[in-house]
């Protein structure tokens, strides 16, 4: 599947651009990243939450869909990204994350989104070359690559961009053939 591209006007006109979306899902909220790249080159767009006040679990993740669904027709991308739920210390939590990722990757199927999907500690690899590394040393690394500062935004945010960075490196990085 290939992804939606258009091409840029800013430096190159040959070069493609490549709009991801990051996306780091949460229990009552969702963090969201977008990133361009010109060719290679990650540009900062946006970051922010996806956030509901609803109480109920069931209109939660009604509440989530909805906004999603309106960021994802906003910011049309081309690829996303999103955070695999790997190991969870609360099951409830877990249980409550893991089903507000399956409306979010539900959503970004059902317009045939490529997905690429990361546990934290790959993002981490990827983006500050130690999948140990605490999250400040990763918001280090983001606002390093794209060039900017504090966005203001809560943690979710700066993770989701991690993500969108990861997804974004991933997409673009060419298959090695054996010579074999």
Known sequence: MQPR???QT???PKQEK??????DPGSTRAGYGVVVFNGRTPHYVTAGIVATKERD???????LHTSFEAL???INPDIVGIEKLFFVKNMKTGLEVAQS???LILS??????PLYEFTPKEVKQ????DGSADKKAVEKMVRATLGIGDIHQPDDAYDALAMALAAGYTHQRPIQLSTR
């Open 5 to 7: 591209t258009s091409l």
């Open 10 to 12: 800013m430096n190159n």
């Open 18 to 23: 490549l709009v991801v979306l990051g996306i």
């Open 57 to 63: 679990k069931n209109l939660i993740l009604s509440d």
């Open 72 to 74: 994802l027709k906003k």
């Open 101 to 103: 990722r399956g409306v």
């Open 108 to 113: 970004c199927v059902r317009r045939s989104l």
């Open 126 to 129: 990827m983006i500050a070359g």
